[in-house]
Every structure is written in structure tokens, then in C-alpha cells.
């Protein structure tokens, strides 16, 4: 099935079905509703404390023809044709006209309009979705505002469930409610190899699939890897051709990920602490600079764009970049054949592992809805989001992912590493107003500040940033609980 590459892995490939909207909201969010005649309560797994569903599933017979839009910046509209997808849109047909309701999941708003929009929308109780997409970065504000609706109080919604996504079930767990879902689990970080380097190098050019499987792909190969491929050609002491070039805001985070480090984390009672001054993260810090202060890192050149690195591996210049899997549409026209991998961890620390770092976005439901419509979304939703019939939840996503890598392995073993919990890495940043990567990164990364120096220059504002956005999440839940 063909679609944007930037979202969608595991039920949300296929998107299908009829336009419309709900009614606009009406009032607060009451505290819970046993619902309409045409309800049916049934039998379904507990949870513990902190997931929904615990009570029990509960179903509808009959939605009486409402129709629900899903929200979000990117979904294209077309349909594919693949197996998965004819399969997907005929079961999406059949549950639609059971339990007669519409839903259909398009673009309702750009990307730096996304908070705008769902906040004036709920405040004037007329939101235009009935579930929207919003980026993390974009959550805590309007969470904090009491603009979401507690989806734990919706017994149709099982978060115990295998298909919900656990990252960001975890991130949005706050006080006793659970404020946003997703089913699907984005791929995220790695790192992109172009194997005819490689092999110029003398290295074997599928030898990271190798490394990654057997548990090698480590900082010392990598160091290995990037004094090969680092080459002045033609003996003029200026370097032809770099092992590597990145975006600062994606190679420094993975370097920390991959020492067991973390920029903010969050403690057993919920707390959001400042995480850059460990130990794991300064030797992770002083590591991936090293990497770049020994002449390996491609610098950017003079006034070249923030994405220039792009064109640079895209053109052969340098023979690995730290990236985001929906980069791949910038390697469209690439000659050489590429691949891709985890990013390499240190084996020096015990416990440490290949990890990528999960920015999935967050579904949420506005507040204003009554327990009744609301209940009703959760159960049309929550049918939308169940496994195709007759495919397999762990194959089905990646149909989509074969079209856009140049060789299965990278969809097989990289991708779906980063679909387990293992391989993943929290952070907690995004919902910490007002902070940024970029707040790190940038300084350092363009050698203006030694991370010691930086991590010193940052941590007032921060510890403040985060002391202060956890009194309002304390209240928040405080406010909230039962």
C-alpha cells in the first residue's frame, strides 16, 4: 500500500472510508454514563490501575449512522492496492455498515496549525475531528488546560491490548487517567550505510545487518568503520570523502540513547527530571564529539542549508548518516545501493543495547464531548484499529516499508527491531514545554561549547523549565484523580 512514509506502521496502514463530522461538543466531560439502550456491556480483560478497560469491554449495536473524522497533517488520500490494503478497506466496510457509522481518517490541518486548531476548537465546543493526531511536542499545553478527554473513563477501550502502543500509553499515563492513545509504532532513528563505500572500503557491504544481528554493532566497530571511510584520495591532507554527516538534533540524542542515557526522564512518582547530568550522558556526549572532533563527521559547509546533509549522502560524499526512517524520500534518486541499521550502543555499559528513540504522535479526544458520544467514538474506534482478517499484526505494516528500502533486511531485522520495547528508548522531553534538543545540541555540535561546558550553561533553565512543569502536572493530576 502506498502512503506518506512520515506515520502509519501497525493498524493504521490502510486509510478508507466517508467524510463528515460530528455535531459540535457539549459541555464538560461528565465522570460516567451507563449509555443509551443500544449499548451492550461485554466481558473483556482487566488492567492494572494504570490501563483502561478494567471494568470490562463495552459494545454497541447500533451508532445510529454518526460519522467520525480522524485528524491529522499528513495522511494521503489514496487507497493501495495491495493485498493488506483491499483487505483492510473491505473489513473497515463491513464493521461500518454492522454498526452503521462513517469513519475516515484525512489532513485536517497543517502541521504548525495542529495545536491552534484543536484548542480553539474544543474551547468553542465545535472541534472539527472527533479524535485528532497531535505531535508530542504540541500535547502538555492544551493537556494542561483540561482540554482532553480521559480515555480510561471509556470502558470500550482496552489498553492492555496488544495493539496499542505501550511508548505512548506510558508517556500519556498522568495522575489516574490515560490522555492519549495509538496503535501504530512509528521506526524511527538509525543510521543509513551506503554500501558501495563500504565495499571500497573494504568492508563487506551487508556486514552492519551482520553486526546488528549478532549483537556487534557497537561504538568501537562503528570507530572502526568510520577511520575506513574516511578518505583524502588524492594525499593533499584535506579530507575527500566523510564517514558520516547528520543533523545535531539526531545524532547526539541517538548517541545517548545508546549509552542508556537519556536529556529528561521520568522518576517512579511520576517526576520529570533533567537527565543530561548523569555520567551515561556526559560519556555519551564526550563520545559523539569525539567521533566528530577526529575528523570523521563531514562539518556543514559555508552556507549551506540546515538539511544539507541530505544531498550529502544522497551524492556519495559521506558513507553514513544518522536519520529518521521518512528521510527515505530524500534518498529517492540515490544511485548506489543503501541499507540501514540501528545506531551502534557502547558494549563498555552493561544493559546497553541498539535503541532508537519513539516520537510517536499522540491521539487524543477532546474534552467537551458527552460520556455518551464519547463512548460511542471509542467503540467505532477502537473496531477501526483491530487486525485486519487474515493477516498477521506483525507482518502487515511492513508491506508498506518494502516499497520505500532498497533491500528487505532494513524492513525484516532493522525495523522491526525497532518495533520492540527493547529497542526503544523513552524520552520524556516533548512533554516538557519550552525545552528543545536544539537547546544542547546546536552548541555543541558546531564545537562552540564542550558538552561539560553546555550541560552547565543549560541546567539552571532547565531544572526551572521542569520543576515548574511538574507542579502543573501535579496538579493536574491531583485534580483528576478519584
Given at each position: 500500500m502506498k502512503m506518506n512514509t512520515k506515520k502509519l506502521i501497525a493498524m493504521g496502514l490502510a486509510v478508507v472510508l466517508t467524510v463528515g463530522s460530528l455535531t459540535g461538543c457539549g459541555g464538560d466531560t461528565p465522570e460516567s454514563s451507563s449509555g443509551e439502550g443500544n449499548a451492550n456491556a461485554t466481558a473483556a480483560p482487566g488492567g492494572d490501575d494504570n490501563q483502561g478497560g478494567s471494568a470490562g469491554k463495552k459494545t454497541f449495536d447500533d451508532l445510529g449512522g454518526m460519522t467520525i473524522t480522524i485528524g491529522d497533517w499528513y495522511t494521503s488520500e489514496e487507497v493501495g492496492d495491495s493485498d493488506y490494503a483491499k483487505a483492510t478497506e473491505d473489513y473497515r466496510k463491513e464493521i461500518m455498515e454492522k454498526y452503521k457509522f462513517n469513519i475516515e481518517r484525512k489532513t485536517m490541518y497543517s502541521y504548525t496549525d495542529q495545536q491552534e486548531t484543536y484548542v480553539n476548537g474544543v474551547m468553542s465546543n465545535s472541534p472539527s475531528c472527533q479524535l485528532f493526531y497531535l505531535y508530542q511536542e504540541f500535547v502538555s499545553a492544551p493537556l494542561m488546560k483540561g482540554l482532553m478527554y480521559n480515555l480510561k473513563e471509556l470502558p470500550e477501550l482496552d489498553f492492555t491490548e496488544e495493539k496499542w502502543n505501550p511508548t505512548v500509553t506510558e508517556i500519556m499515563s498522568i495522575g489516574n487517567g490515560i490522555w492519549g492513545m495509538n496503535p501504530e509504532a512509528e521506526p524511527r532513528g538509525g543510521l543509513f550505510f551506503n554500501k558501495r563505500m563500504l565495499k571500497e572500503a573494504g568492508i563487506p557491504e551487508d556486514e552492519p545487518y551482520d553486526l546488528q544481528a549478532s549483537g556487534d554493532w557497537t561504538w568501537s566497530k562503528f570507530e572502526e568503520y568510520c577511520k575506513k571511510l574516511t578518505i583524502d584520495s588524492d594525499g593533499d591532507g584535506k579530507t575527500d570523502r566523510y564517514a558520516l554527516a547528520s543533523f545535531s538534533k539526531y545524532y547526539l540524542p541517538m548517541c545517548a540513547a545508546n549509552n542508556n542515557a537519556t536529556f529528561v526522564s521520568r522518576n517512579d512518582k511520576g517526576e520529570y527530571e533533567n537527565a543530561t547530568g548523569t555520567k551515561e550522558f556526559l560519556e555519551a556526549m564526550n563520545w559523539g564529539m569525539d567521533i566528530y572532533n577526529k575528523g570523521y563527521i563531514m562539518p556543514k559547509p559555508d552556507g549551506a542549508a540546515w538539511d544539507w546533509y541530505k544531498a550529502a549522502f544522497r551524492d556519495g560524499e559521506v558513507a553514513m548518516q544518522t536519520s529518521e526512517v521518512y528521510e527515505i524520500n530524500?534518498?529517492?534518486?540515490?544511485?548506489?545501493?543503501?541499507?540501514?541499521?540501528?545506531?551502534?550502543?557502547?558494549?563498555?555499559?552493561?544493559?546497553?543495547?541498539?535503541?532508537?528513540?519513539?516520537?510517536d504522535n499522540i491521539i487524543v479526544m477532546p474534552s467537551c464531548f458527552d460520556q455518551d458520544t464519547a463512548e460511542k467514538i471509542a467503540f467505532a474506534y477502537d473496531l477501526y484499529t483491530e487486525a485486519t482478517p487474515g493477516f498477521e499484526l506483525d507482518d502487515a505494516w511492513k508491506e508498506t516499508y518494502y516499497e520505500q528500502f532498497k533491500d528487505e533486511r532494513a524492513v525484516d531485522e532493522t525495523l522491526q527491531m525497532m518495533t520492540e520495547v527493547e529497542h526503544k528508548q523513552t524520552s520524556f522531553l516533548p512533554m516538557i514545554?519550552?525545552?528543545?534538543?536544539?537547546?544542547?545540541?546546536?552548541?555543541?555540535?558546531?564545537?562552540?561549547?564542550?558538552?561539560?561546558?553546555?550541560?552547565?550553561?543549560?541546567?539552571?533553565?532547565?531544572?526551572?523549565?521542569?520543576?515548574?512543569?511538574?507542579?502543573?502536572y501535579a496538579n493536574f493530576a491531583a485534580s483528576h484523580s478519584k
Amino acid at each position: 500500500m502506498k502512503m506518506n512514509t512520515k506515520k502509519l506502521i501497525a493498524m493504521g496502514l490502510a486509510v478508507v472510508l466517508t467524510v463528515g463530522s460530528l455535531t459540535g461538543c457539549g459541555g464538560d466531560t461528565p465522570e460516567s454514563s451507563s449509555g443509551e439502550g443500544n449499548a451492550n456491556a461485554t466481558a473483556a480483560p482487566g488492567g492494572d490501575d494504570n490501563q483502561g478497560g478494567s471494568a470490562g469491554k463495552k459494545t454497541f449495536d447500533d451508532l445510529g449512522g454518526m460519522t467520525i473524522t480522524i485528524g491529522d497533517w499528513y495522511t494521503s488520500e489514496e487507497v493501495g492496492d495491495s493485498d493488506y490494503a483491499k483487505a483492510t478497506e473491505d473489513y473497515r466496510k463491513e464493521i461500518m455498515e454492522k454498526y452503521k457509522f462513517n469513519i475516515e481518517r484525512k489532513t485536517m490541518y497543517s502541521y504548525t496549525d495542529q495545536q491552534e486548531t484543536y484548542v480553539n476548537g474544543v474551547m468553542s465546543n465545535s472541534p472539527s475531528c472527533q479524535l485528532f493526531y497531535l505531535y508530542q511536542e504540541f500535547v502538555s499545553a492544551p493537556l494542561m488546560k483540561g482540554l482532553m478527554y480521559n480515555l480510561k473513563e471509556l470502558p470500550e477501550l482496552d489498553f492492555t491490548e496488544e495493539k496499542w502502543n505501550p511508548t505512548v500509553t506510558e508517556i500519556m499515563s498522568i495522575g489516574n487517567g490515560i490522555w492519549g492513545m495509538n496503535p501504530e509504532a512509528e521506526p524511527r532513528g538509525g543510521l543509513f550505510f551506503n554500501k558501495r563505500m563500504l565495499k571500497e572500503a573494504g568492508i563487506p557491504e551487508d556486514e552492519p545487518y551482520d553486526l546488528q544481528a549478532s549483537g556487534d554493532w557497537t561504538w568501537s566497530k562503528f570507530e572502526e568503520y568510520c577511520k575506513k571511510l574516511t578518505i583524502d584520495s588524492d594525499g593533499d591532507g584535506k579530507t575527500d570523502r566523510y564517514a558520516l554527516a547528520s543533523f545535531s538534533k539526531y545524532y547526539l540524542p541517538m548517541c545517548a540513547a545508546n549509552n542508556n542515557a537519556t536529556f529528561v526522564s521520568r522518576n517512579d512518582k511520576g517526576e520529570y527530571e533533567n537527565a543530561t547530568g548523569t555520567k551515561e550522558f556526559l560519556e555519551a556526549m564526550n563520545w559523539g564529539m569525539d567521533i566528530y572532533n577526529k575528523g570523521y563527521i563531514m562539518p556543514k559547509p559555508d552556507g549551506a542549508a540546515w538539511d544539507w546533509y541530505k544531498a550529502a549522502f544522497r551524492d556519495g560524499e559521506v558513507a553514513m548518516q544518522t536519520s529518521e526512517v521518512y528521510e527515505i524520500n530524500a534518498f529517492s534518486n540515490m544511485e548506489d545501493e543503501w541499507g540501514f541499521v540501528m545506531f551502534p550502543y557502547n558494549e563498555k555499559v552493561e544493559g546497553a543495547t541498539n535503541r532508537t528513540i519513539p516520537n510517536d504522535n499522540i491521539i487524543v479526544m477532546p474534552s467537551c464531548f458527552d460520556q455518551d458520544t464519547a463512548e460511542k467514538i471509542a467503540f467505532a474506534y477502537d473496531l477501526y484499529t483491530e487486525a485486519t482478517p487474515g493477516f498477521e499484526l506483525d507482518d502487515a505494516w511492513k508491506e508498506t516499508y518494502y516499497e520505500q528500502f532498497k533491500d528487505e533486511r532494513a524492513v525484516d531485522e532493522t525495523l522491526q527491531m525497532m518495533t520492540e520495547v527493547e529497542h526503544k528508548q523513552t524520552s520524556f522531553l516533548p512533554m516538557i514545554s519550552d525545552l528543545d534538543y536544539g537547546d544542547f545540541c546546536y552548541s555543541v555540535y558546531a564545537g562552540a561549547k564542550k558538552p561539560q561546558q553546555q550541560i552547565e550553561a543549560i541546567s539552571s533553565k532547565w531544572d526551572s523549565k521542569i520543576s515548574d512543569m511538574n507542579k502543573k502536572y501535579a496538579n493536574f493530576a491531583a485534580s483528576h484523580s478519584k
